[in-house]
């Protein structure tokens, strides 16, 4: 495990911070009790910024869990991430920029203002904007800071051979392969498990498009807001399950958590989604959909959300079927070095 410094860490927390703050300020921009959300508006904020969240969190709280999380990424795969987020968010930030609701925000205040009602307010959705860049340029100094400091080769920050080999001697391989005895006892159970993943993936994905283009018949603002929670509830199962399929399954940039951390975690999700559904279903949006539009993307959005419910039962259900014990986490086919702090001389002090 490599271990984190304090100024690495602090900027990690600043980016959990910015983060949540944007995620707090971007419904704030809308003046009634909930917020409107289209697939432009306020979307490309939360998405952007929910993703950069979890990614901090990981890199803070996975180091300290070894028995849940055997590996972190090694510092290479933390720059790309780092770098994809920075990239993304300023996408988020430019495309929110682009909206129509933000180009003539203050023209649209103004319209609302003079009926006796207030809408929106621009100075928040400016904030959110700001704050999502400030994410990005965080995120784009994390992944220089790892260029900078991570590059050299972790042989040359070692006193001698010796040193060397006991950093490698610290982390063993696993005699048994990834996953033996299950594959022993129950030779398609891995495919059932992959399979389950590929169809929450899929089935939240659909419920986030789907409600997002049912709700871009409506004007921003002027008629029931949608429950972000439903979005953002199909929009966290697919990241689950894109995280457990490339990073655990194809890249291996990872090992797999235990069976019992999966079992809670698609326990949690499936609460989360479920819920989600039956908030979706009885929003007024849905009720009303008659009048006014979109009944079919709405009701099929939540109708996609029970199935992702669905399919993270049936992923609870097959880690019932054989023993925590017989799932082995998946040896990394790199050298994992043991709280070794990598980076050239001049990073000492910045770790």
């Not at 780092?82 to 003539?104: C, F, K, P, Q, Y």
Request: charged content about 10%; aromatic content about 8%.
């Amino acid at each position: 495990m490599i271990s984190v410094s304090l100024p690495r860490l602090s900027v990690r927390v600043i980016q959990i911070v910015i983060s949540i703050a944007a995620l707090v300020i971007a419904p704030r921009s809308y003046a009634s009790s909930g917020f409107q959300l289209n697939a432009k508006t306020a979307a490309s904020i939360y998405f952007t910024n929910y993703a950069a969240l979890l990614c901090a969190l990981y890199s803070v709280v996975a180091p300290h869990l070894p028995k849940t999380t055997p590996s972190v990424p090694t510092p290479r795969n933390q720059r790309l991430a780092d770098t994809i987020l920075a990239v993304v968010l300023v996408l988020g930030a430019s495309l929110e920029i682009t909206n129509d609701i933000i180009l003539h925000c203050e023209i649209r205040e103004a319209y609302f203002e003079k009926r006796g009602t207030t809408v929106f307010r621009c100075g928040m959705k400016s904030a959110s904007i700001v704050v999502t860049y400030i994410n990005a340029a965080l995120f784009v100094v994390t992944a220089v800071w790892s260029l900078v400091c991570d590059s050299a080769t972790s042989s040359a920050n070692l006193a001698n051979a010796g040193e060397l080999a006991a950093a490698y001697a610290a982390v063993s391989t696993p005699v048994k392969p990834a996953k033996e005895g299950v594959i022993t006892r129950h030779p398609y159970l891995p495919y059932l498990h992959r399979g389950a993943r590929v169809a929450q993936f899929i089935a939240s994905t659909i419920s986030v498009i789907v409600v997002l283009v049912g709700y871009t018949l409506y004007e921003s603002g002027t008629v029931t807001s949608m429950p972000i929670y439903s979005v953002m509830a199909g929009y966290t199962s697919a990241l689950y399950a894109m995280w457990s399929l490339v990073a655990v399954e194809m890249a291996k940039l990872t090992t797999a958590p235990s069976a019992f951390i999966e079992r809670i975690v698609d326990v949690v999700l499936a609460v989360a989604v479920a819920v989600g559904a039956i908030v979706l279903s009885t929003s007024s949006a849905v009720q009303d959909c008659a009048s006014n539009g979109g009944c079919g993307h709405l009701m099929a959005g939540y109708i996609f959300l029970f199935i992702v419910f669905a399919f993270h039962v049936g992923s609870i259900g097959l880690s019932f079927t054989v023993a925590d014990e017989d799932i082995q986490p998946r040896a990394s086919s790199r050298p994992i070095l043991s709280n070794i702090k990598l980076g050239r001389s001049y990073c000492a002090k910045l770790g």
